[in-house]
């Protein structure tokens, strides 16, 4: 048995790391489906939800940006997908932030960008989610 002093890249986040990320998919969903029930019905209402849920997914978000950015530092090999894992992260935390800040609007002004930003905000938290928490690997098997 070798045992070696190099830090590592985990395959995949730690359990609080992978808490972290799927909290912040799940609040951008359901901030994504109230900018949905705002644009179907116009109660003002859904729209605050909508801003409240998109601050709790950038909270999620930013700590699960901090340990990926841990991880990658601590790692010696900082290329590939550690790195597209971080960048996905980075700018869906980015975007989450244009959003938040559209969402500071009136409720009125909100519609149609904010439910624009929501949807690639939601897609790319997925994708990013789905980036970080596989072990899938290119090249050949290990």
């Given amino acids: 048995m070798t045992v070696t002093a190099h830090p590592y890249y985990r395959a995949t986040p730690g359990p609080l790391h992978a808490i972290l990320l799927g909290g912040a998919v799940a609040l951008f969903l359901a901030a994504l489906l109230s900018d949905i ?3 179907k019905t116009y109660q003002i209402q859904w729209s ?3 801003s409240w849920l998109i601050a709790g997914g950038l909270v999620f978000g930013g700590l699960a940006l901090l340990f990926a950015l841990i991880n990658l530092v601590r790692a010696d090999h900082k290329a590939g997908r550690p790195l597209m894992y971080l ?3 980075l700018v ?3 975007l989450g932030l244009v959003n938040a800040f559209e969402h500071a609007k009136d409720a009125w002004a909100v519609m149609p960008m904010g439910l624009v930003l929501s949807v690639i905000v939601t897609l ?3 994708a ?10 290119s ?3 290990q």
């Fill in 124 to 126: 790319l938290a997925s």
């Fill in 37 to 39: 029930a705002y644009y």
């Fill in 139 to 141: 090249g050949g098997v």
């Fill in 92 to 94: 869906t935390w980015v």
């Fill in 48 to 50: 605050n939800f909508a």
């Fill in 87 to 89: 960048l996905l992260l």
């Fill in 128 to 137: 990013t989610a789905w980036t970080g928490l596989t072990r899938l690997r």
